[in-house]
Protein backbone atom coordinates (compact mmCIF):
# COMPACT_ATOMS: atom_id res chain seq x y z
CA UNK A 1 0.00 0.00 0.00
CA UNK A 2 1.30 3.76 -0.91
CA UNK A 3 -1.49 5.92 0.53
CA UNK A 4 -3.66 5.45 3.53
CA UNK A 5 -6.59 7.34 4.14
CA UNK A 6 -6.28 10.04 7.16
CA UNK A 7 -9.70 11.60 8.86
CA UNK A 8 -8.29 14.89 10.44
CA UNK A 9 -10.93 16.91 11.53
CA UNK A 10 -9.54 20.70 11.59
CA UNK A 11 -9.36 23.60 14.82
CA UNK A 12 -13.00 24.76 12.77
CA UNK A 13 -14.43 21.45 13.47
CA UNK A 14 -14.22 20.30 9.60
CA UNK A 15 -13.80 16.44 8.77
CA UNK A 16 -11.25 16.18 5.89
CA UNK A 17 -10.07 12.65 4.39
CA UNK A 18 -6.38 12.37 3.18
CA UNK A 19 -4.47 10.22 1.46
CA UNK A 20 -0.76 10.00 2.85
CA UNK A 21 1.93 8.68 1.61
CA UNK A 22 3.84 5.58 3.45
CA UNK A 23 7.24 5.51 1.16
CA UNK A 24 7.95 9.84 1.77
CA UNK A 25 9.21 9.60 5.67
CA UNK A 26 6.36 11.91 6.08
CA UNK A 27 4.76 12.20 10.02
CA UNK A 28 1.32 13.50 10.45
CA UNK A 29 2.02 16.75 11.06
CA UNK A 30 3.63 16.98 7.69
CA UNK A 31 0.39 16.06 6.27
CA UNK A 32 -1.57 18.43 8.46
CA UNK A 33 0.67 20.96 6.49
CA UNK A 34 1.03 19.76 3.21
CA UNK A 35 -2.81 19.84 2.82
CA UNK A 36 -3.12 23.07 4.40
CA UNK A 37 -5.58 22.34 7.49
CA UNK A 38 -3.87 24.83 9.95
CA UNK A 39 -3.17 28.26 9.15
CA UNK A 40 0.65 28.65 8.09
CA UNK A 41 2.71 29.31 11.17
CA UNK A 42 0.20 27.60 14.04
CA UNK A 43 1.40 23.74 13.67
CA UNK A 44 4.77 22.85 13.77
CA UNK A 45 6.47 25.79 14.50
CA UNK A 46 9.07 23.65 15.87
CA UNK A 47 10.12 22.00 12.49
CA UNK A 48 8.65 18.82 13.73
CA UNK A 49 11.29 18.31 17.22
CA UNK A 50 8.51 18.03 19.92
CA UNK A 51 9.55 21.16 21.41
CA UNK A 52 7.04 23.57 21.04
CA UNK A 53 3.40 21.22 21.03
CA UNK A 54 1.87 23.49 17.98
CA UNK A 55 1.40 20.15 16.31
CA UNK A 56 -1.02 18.48 19.36
CA UNK A 57 -3.87 16.38 18.31
CA UNK A 58 -6.45 13.56 19.58
CA UNK A 59 -6.36 10.32 18.66
CA UNK A 60 -10.14 9.41 17.95
CA UNK A 61 -9.79 5.88 16.68
CA UNK A 62 -8.50 2.63 18.53
CA UNK A 63 -5.02 2.71 16.36
CA UNK A 64 -1.85 1.22 17.97
CA UNK A 65 0.46 4.10 17.54
CA UNK A 66 4.29 3.97 17.77
CA UNK A 67 4.83 4.49 21.23
CA UNK A 68 5.38 7.98 23.11
CA UNK A 69 9.14 9.08 23.45
CA UNK A 70 10.83 10.73 26.41
CA UNK A 71 10.65 14.07 24.53
CA UNK A 72 7.30 13.80 23.47
CA UNK A 73 5.99 13.26 27.08
CA UNK A 74 8.25 16.04 28.71
CA UNK A 75 6.81 18.11 25.66
CA UNK A 76 2.96 17.37 26.18
CA UNK A 77 3.21 17.55 30.45
CA UNK A 78 4.19 20.86 29.83
CA UNK A 79 1.02 21.66 27.08
CA UNK A 80 -2.41 23.44 27.33
CA UNK A 81 -5.32 21.22 26.56
CA UNK A 82 -3.42 17.85 26.85
CA UNK A 83 -5.96 15.32 27.39
CA UNK A 84 -5.60 11.43 27.97
CA UNK A 85 -5.75 10.87 24.15
CA UNK A 86 -3.05 13.70 23.14
CA UNK A 87 0.05 12.86 20.60
CA UNK A 88 2.34 15.30 18.80
CA UNK A 89 1.48 15.14 15.33
CA UNK A 90 4.91 15.34 14.31
CA UNK A 91 5.90 12.34 16.35
CA UNK A 92 3.89 10.01 14.54
CA UNK A 93 5.49 8.37 11.12
CA UNK A 94 2.88 7.80 8.34
CA UNK A 95 2.92 3.73 8.36
CA UNK A 96 0.03 1.28 6.84
CA UNK A 97 -0.79 0.81 10.18
CA UNK A 98 -2.47 4.17 9.99
CA UNK A 99 -4.57 3.38 7.89
CA UNK A 100 -8.62 4.59 9.10
CA UNK A 101 -6.70 6.40 11.54
CA UNK A 102 -8.53 9.55 13.16
CA UNK A 103 -7.64 12.42 14.87
CA UNK A 104 -8.81 16.23 15.72
CA UNK A 105 -6.41 18.93 15.94
CA UNK A 106 -6.35 20.53 19.34
CA UNK A 107 -6.98 24.22 19.50
CA UNK A 108 -4.46 26.81 19.35
CA UNK A 109 -2.79 27.99 22.14
Known amino acids: MQDVSIYITDREGAQHEVLAPTDMAMNLMEVVRSYELAPEGTIGV???????????????????LNAK???????????????????????????EDLHGLEITLAQEV
Open 69 to 95: EYDEDAMLSEAFYVRDNSRLSCQIPIT
Open 46 to 64: CGGMAMCASCQCYITSDHQ
